[in-house]
């Protein structure tokens, strides 16, 4: 179990974001919906990747993000907090096919990301240290094991959890920010 709880804590620790009141799910969701089936496809393979700004697959959702900024009236920080929500969103429901496949269901530990409260305010505060994933874990530790089941002492499948984590995180936190307007 420690070594599951770790390997959350630390694939966490590389994901956070900030945050704040609601946003418009489908206004968020505009740089997404106008990339062509092509371009979803390279995204989700360049998140999977986890590929940085210079990469060419990165292009069509940052160039859709602008028009969708135009289009709302979004700030510099709303475009932001979009591309983010939408980039952690496609990272969050890879991972959530990946555990579909092996019958693992994450939707209990969704309301528990984002409803604890230290690790939202650690996000908030520029991110989230692997002891605060640690201590998240520990928290929690009976929602993921009763998610993780016999896989609870996979340290793979802690790994991937922590980065679903970290996705659900930077979602809610860019969902939050782009309400502040």
């Given at each position: 179990?420690?070594?599951?709880?770790?390997?959350?804590?630390?694939?966490?620790?590389?994901?956070?974001?900030?945050?704040?009141?609601a946003?418009?799910?489908?206004?968020?969701?505009?740089?997404?919906?106008?990339?062509?089936?092509?371009?979803?496809?390279?995204?989700?393979?360049?998140?999977?990747?986890?590929?940085?700004?210079?990469?060419?697959?990165?292009?069509?959702?940052?160039?859709?993000?602008?028009?969708?900024?135009?289009?709302?009236?979004?700030?510099?920080?709303?475009?932001?907090?979009?591309?983010?929500?939408?980039?952690?969103?496609?990272?969050a429901?890879?991972?959530?096919?990946?555990?579909?496949?092996?019958?693992?269901?994450?939707?209990?530990?969704?309301?528990?990301?984002?409803?604890d409260?230290?690790?939202?305010?650690?996000?908030?505060?520029?991110?989230?240290?692997?002891?605060?994933?640690?201590?998240?874990?520990?928290?929690?530790?009976?929602?993921?094991?009763?998610?993780?089941?016999?896989?609870?002492?996979?340290?793979?499948?802690?790994?991937?959890?922590?980065?679903?984590?970290?996705?659900?995180?930077?979602?809610?936190?860019?969902?939050?920010?782009?309400?502040?307007?």
């Amino acid at each position: 179990m420690r070594r599951l709880v770790i390997a959350i804590a630390l694939a966490a620790a590389g994901l956070g974001a900030a945050a704040a009141p609601a946003a418009d799910v489908a206004q968020l969701s505009c740089p997404r919906s106008a990339l062509s089936a092509a371009e979803l496809s390279a995204l989700s393979q360049f998140i999977a990747d986890r590929g940085t700004p210079a990469d060419p697959r990165f292009e069509p959702i940052s160039r859709a993000s602008e028009r969708c900024a135009a289009t709302f009236s979004w700030s510099a920080r709303q475009m932001r907090a979009a591309l983010i929500y939408n980039l952690a969103e496609i990272g969050a429901a890879q991972i959530r096919a990946q555990f579909a496949d092996m019958d693992i269901d994450l939707a209990a530990l969704e309301p528990v990301v984002t409803n604890d409260r230290p690790l939202m305010d650690a996000a908030r505060a520029g991110g989230i240290t692997p002891e605060q994933g640690t201590a998240f874990a520990v928290r929690h530790v009976d929602v993921i094991e009763r998610v993780l089941g016999s896989r609870l002492h996979d340290q793979a499948i802690g790994e991937r959890l922590g980065f679903f984590i970290g996705y659900w995180v930077m979602m809610e936190a860019a969902r939050l920010e782009f309400a502040e307007r």
